[in-house]
């Protein structure tokens, strides 16, 4: 049965906090540090996996501070609008509607996304890597910036990426910018629209409110609403290879890609669709992705959940295969975590963050000070060491 990312809508229970000390900015740096640095659980299912090294799964909350939206964080879309619905990957390749709509949203949105940056969370843990505290990244995200900010340390996009778009037909790769340029001339009265908003600095606040007050309403993943607006009109261009030289199905016949005198997309074609490269809602992850993230989570000794209510199945099983093999669990996100009282089901008296660690505080925050308790460790051992030979 092939794996979907499918959201979680259920309640989310209050965050516990593990150790009690961990209720406070220093004591939860404390913990964290210890968990990071702590050598490997004797309880770990794979002996051979004892090599103190961490995996981090990463979700929206942690690219916050970058000016993004996340899920279920303080200003969250799930938690300031209930109603929020994103679109599924079987609306999107179905219906040509839809995908108007979609793409006139993702339009206004990825001027935003394009010009956010890693912040210093994703440095810190660059810098966890370097110091081999870290084994890999898993990330929910789909911005790229765990892959920029520490591109030797390996990192599995779980759900793709936005930086590029794919045709559903041929499969190729287009990059996103192009592709947002090519919209900008199909489209000219929604690029004055997109000059005009981002002249107005509707784009440059990161406050729900303040964009809400300017007529937008800024999601997850680089998408823009804009209530009333005429998404009908909106057009999206032809895959160009495809178009180029139309594929065969697979029962011989070829494709048949129509597109306007301008180059859109029209809706009597069967093929050359580009969608972004990301895994939608109601989407199969690839299996090659799906056995890497496993392998990660079989490769480390312990993993740290860092921005995430682990609400999409594809990501709470890893936490899940992961407390199956007998791995300590930290887990670092502003809310409530699903399934998180069964993580911490069993946390041995005494602990104060080497076998387990729950804290409720902001990754960019507390991520650089972890860094430089762990850098005076390292110093220390090494001055150590110096000192006897």
Same mark, same amino acid.
């Given at each position: 049965?092939?794996?979907?990312?499918?959201?979680?809508?259920?309640?989310?229970?209050?965050?516990?906090?593990?150790?009690?000390?961990?209720?406070?900015?220093?004591?939860?740096?404390?913990?964290?540090?210890?968990? !990071? @640095? +702590?050598?490997?659980?004797?309880?770990?299912?794979?002996? =051979?996996?004892?090599?103190?090294?961490?995996? %981090?799964? /990463?979700?929206?909350?942690?690219?916050?501070?970058?000016?993004?939206?996340?899920?279920?964080?303080?200003?969250?879309?799930?938690?300031?609008?209930?109603?929020?619905?994103?679109?599924?990957?079987?609306?999107?390749?179905?219906?040509?509607?839809?995908?108007?709509?979609?793409?006139?949203?993702?339009?206004?949105?990825?001027?935003?996304?394009?010009?956010?940056?890693?912040?210093?969370?994703?440095?810190?843990?660059?810098?966890?890597?370097?110091?081999?505290?870290?084994?890999?990244?898993?990330?929910?995200?789909?911005?790229?910036?765990?892959?920029?900010?520490?591109?030797?340390?390996?990192?599995?996009?779980?759900?793709?990426?936005?930086?590029?778009?794919?045709?559903?037909?041929?499969?190729?790769?287009?990059?996103?910018?192009?592709?947002?340029?090519? !919209? @900008? +001339?199909?489209?000219?009265?929604?690029?004055?629209?997109? =000059?005009?908003?981002?002249?107005?600095?509707? %784009?440059? /606040?990161?406050?729900?409110?303040?964009?809400?007050?300017?007529?937008?309403?800024?999601?997850?993943?680089?998408?823009?609403?804009?209530?009333?607006?005429?998404?009908?009109?909106?057009?999206?261009?032809?895959?160009?290879?495809?178009?180029?030289?139309?594929?065969?199905?697979?029962?011989?016949?070829?494709?048949?890609?129509?597109?306007?005198?301008?180059?859109?997309?029209?809706?009597?074609?069967?093929?050359?669709?580009?969608?972004?490269?990301?895994?939608?809602?109601?989407?199969?992850?690839?299996?090659?992705?799906?056995?890497?993230?496993?392998?990660?989570?079989?490769?480390?000794?312990?993993?740290?959940?860092?921005?995430?209510?682990?609400?999409?199945?594809?990501?709470?099983?890893?936490?899940?295969?992961?407390?199956?093999?007998?791995?300590?669990?930290?887990?670092?996100?502003?809310?409530?975590?699903?399934?998180?009282?069964?993580?911490?089901?069993?946390?041995?008296?005494?602990? /104060?963050?080497?076998?387990?660690?729950?804290?409720?505080?902001?990754?960019?925050?507390?991520?650089?000070?972890?860094?430089?308790?762990?850098?005076?460790?390292?110093?220390?051992?090494?001055?150590?060491?110096?000192?006897?030979?």
């Amino acid at each position: 049965m092939p794996l979907l990312r499918i959201p979680y809508t259920d309640p989310l229970p209050p965050p516990q906090i593990i150790p009690r000390s961990a209720n406070t900015s220093s004591g939860a740096i404390a913990a964290l540090a210890e968990f !990071l @640095s +702590a050598p490997s659980s004797p309880h770990l299912k794979h002996h =051979e996996t004892q090599n103190d090294k961490t995996l %981090l799964l /990463t979700g929206a909350g942690i690219s916050v501070a970058s000016g993004l939206a996340d899920y279920r964080g303080t200003n969250g879309t799930y938690t300031l609008n209930k109603k929020y619905r994103p679109i599924y990957y079987s609306e999107f390749t179905s219906n040509h509607e839809a995908r108007k709509r979609y793409w006139a949203r993702s339009y206004l949105g990825w001027t935003n996304l394009h010009k956010a940056r890693p912040n210093t969370a994703h440095w810190a843990i660059k810098r966890l890597g370097e110091l081999g505290r870290l084994s890999s990244v898993i990330t929910q995200n789909v911005d790229s910036f765990h892959p920029a900010a520490h591109p030797q340390l390996p990192t599995i996009e779980l759900h793709g990426y936005l930086r590029s778009i794919v045709c559903l037909t041929c499969r190729n790769e287009y990059p996103r910018e192009a592709f947002q340029q090519q !919209l @900008s +001339a199909l489209n000219p009265a929604w690029a004055t629209f997109l =000059e005009e908003i981002i002249a107005s600095g509707a %784009l440059d /606040t990161e406050h729900p409110e303040e964009r809400r007050k300017k007529g937008l309403k800024a999601n997850p993943d680089g998408d823009v609403d804009v209530p009333n607006a005429p998404y009908t009109t909106f057009r999206y261009p032809t895959c160009p290879a495809c178009q180029a030289n139309p594929p065969a199905l697979p029962n011989g016949e070829k494709v048949v890609i129509k597109a306007d005198n301008d180059g859109a997309w029209m809706e009597s074609s069967t093929g050359g669709i580009l969608k972004p490269a990301v895994i939608m809602f109601g989407e199969s992850i690839p299996a090659d992705i799906k056995t890497d993230a496993e392998q990660a989570v079989d490769g480390a000794s312990r993993i740290l959940v860092v921005g995430s209510s682990l609400a999409t199945y594809s990501a709470w099983r890893l936490v899940k295969r992961a407390k199956q093999n007998g791995m300590p669990i930290g887990i670092l996100n502003i809310g409530g975590v699903r399934g998180e009282e069964t993580f911490f089901a069993d946390v041995p008296p005494g602990n /104060t963050g080497r076998f387990a660690m729950r804290c409720s505080v902001s990754a960019d925050h507390v991520l650089p000070s972890v860094v430089s308790t762990i850098e005076d460790l390292h110093n220390m051992r090494a001055m150590r060491a110096s000192a006897r030979a």
